[in-house]
């Protein structure tokens, strides 16, 4: 089964700080992987996404992610937040085999951008 | 549009109560879901619907029912439920659920349910 994994469960920076989440999955196949965003009160909402090809993908607002196989990791990265930035950030995770029916999330990393 | 559209958006209800939760898009998506998401937690599925038929159900407890009208609707009828169901219901959408590359799953901003 998959899961995922995602080491900070709080993160305070700064306005202009550069930021990096770290997202890790098991998986031995072919994966999918997205970052979703969650601001306060609002709905979940896509950043980005890799299915194949560049394995550095941008997203919006700014946002990039890097797919790296063989640390089985895809962390979102942005060089300069801002303090509309702060939200709760999800990693998740598909087969393509299986597709959203079994997409995984973890467990969300909670964003504090102080002005 | 590009909405997936919940209501209620608040919904407070004692434990013999029975209620529903609605779902709506018109994005002629086929696959629709169910999440269930306590507090500092991650979205958990509950349930997926694929051409309007229950593909998925994650052991979810028979007080949850899920019902898919038609390929725009989804409905979460609650009876009998417990404090600890207490949690954001969110529903979800895409196109086929069947993951190609420019499918996209669009989130709805959910049911804030209380169970008293």
């Known amino acids: 089964a998959q899961s995922v994994s995602q080491h900070n469960h709080h993160v305070i920076l700064s306005e202009a700080a550069s930021l990096e989440l770290g997202c890790n999955y098991s998986y031995g196949g072919t994966v999918n992987l997205f970052w979703y965003v969650q601001y306060p009160g609002q709905h979940l909402q896509l950043l980005l996404k890799?299915?194949?090809?560049?394995?550095l993908v941008k997203g919006i607002k700014g946002f990039e992610a890097e797919f790296i196989k063989s640390k089985f990791s895809f962390n979102l990265r942005k060089p300069s937040v801002q303090w509309s930035d702060t939200a709760e950030y999800f990693c998740a995770v598909m087969s393509p085999n299986t597709g959203f029916q079994k997409l995984v999330f973890g467990t969300g990393t909670r964003l504090l951008v102080s002005p | 549009d590009t909405e997936v559209t919940q209501t209620p958006k608040h919904l407070v209800m004692g434990m013999t109560n029975k209620k529903s939760l609605k779902c709506e898009q018109h994005?002629?998506?086929?696959?629709m879901y169910w999440y269930k998401q306590k507090a500092k937690k991650p979205p958990e599925l509950m349930f997926v619907y694929s051409y309007e038929k229950l593909s998925i159900n994650e052991s979810v407890p028979s007080r949850f029912s899920p019902e898919c009208p038609n390929s725009s609707l989804l409905n979460l009828h609650l009876h009998a439920l417990q404090p600890e169901d207490s949690a954001l219901y969110l529903c979800?959408?895409?196109?086929?659920?069947?993951?190609?590359?420019?499918?996209?799953?669009?989130f709805g901003s959910g049911t804030q349910l209380s169970v008293l």
């Open positions: 994005m002629g998506h086929r696959a």
């Open positions: 979800a959408s895409s196109q086929t659920g069947q993951g190609e590359a420019n499918e996209k799953l669009f």
């Open positions: 890799y299915f194949s090809g560049d394995p």
